[in-house]
Nanobody, 131 residues
Framework: VQLQASGGGLVQPGGRLRLSCAAS????????IAWFRQAPGKEREGVSC????????YYQDSVKGRFTASRDNAKNAVDLKMNMLEPEDTATYFC?????????????????????????WGKGTQVTVSS
């Protein structure tokens, strides 16, 4: 069972990137898939989560309206499209899988999941937003 995040890079403020989380050894659509990020000196924080089987997506409040998570079942992957990037988005981004299949806890479209809720993790990909 492996997860691999890719697509990071250096982008100017206001720019966009698309991250992808690919899996081998299991079917991503059977799991809730989350994106976390960790900036230097800070704790890892949840960014977005998508329920299994094409379910609902949820986001951290600071990325709502800018980030969009989606599944690509043909590729056994989950993408995170990031628009209007800000310097505060600079971090290493990780994808993770939750075997419960459901993103929790949530309130409306907001998600408050934690590191401890996840069963599998991929290596991170660096996103740097700087002029």
């Amino acid at each position: 069972v492996q997860l691999q995040a890719s697509g990071g890079g250096l982008v100017q403020p206001g720019g966009r990137l698309r991250l992808s989380c690919a899996a081998s050894g299991f079917t991503l659509d059977d799991y809730a898939i989350a994106w976390f990020r960790q900036a230097p000196g800070k704790e890892r924080e949840g960014v977005s989560c998508i329920n299994r089987r094409g379910g609902t997506t949820y986001y951290q409040d600071s990325v709502k309206g800018r980030f969009t998570a989606s599944r690509d079942n043909a590729k056994n992957a989950v993408d995170l499209k990031m628009n209007m990037l800000e310097p505060e988005d600079t971090a290493t981004y990780f994808c993770a899988a939750d075997s419960d299949g459901v993103c929790a806890p949530t309130f409306g479209s907001s998600w408050y999941g934690e590191v401890k809720d996840m069963d599998y993790w991929g290596k991170g990909t660096q996103v740097t937003v700087s002029s």
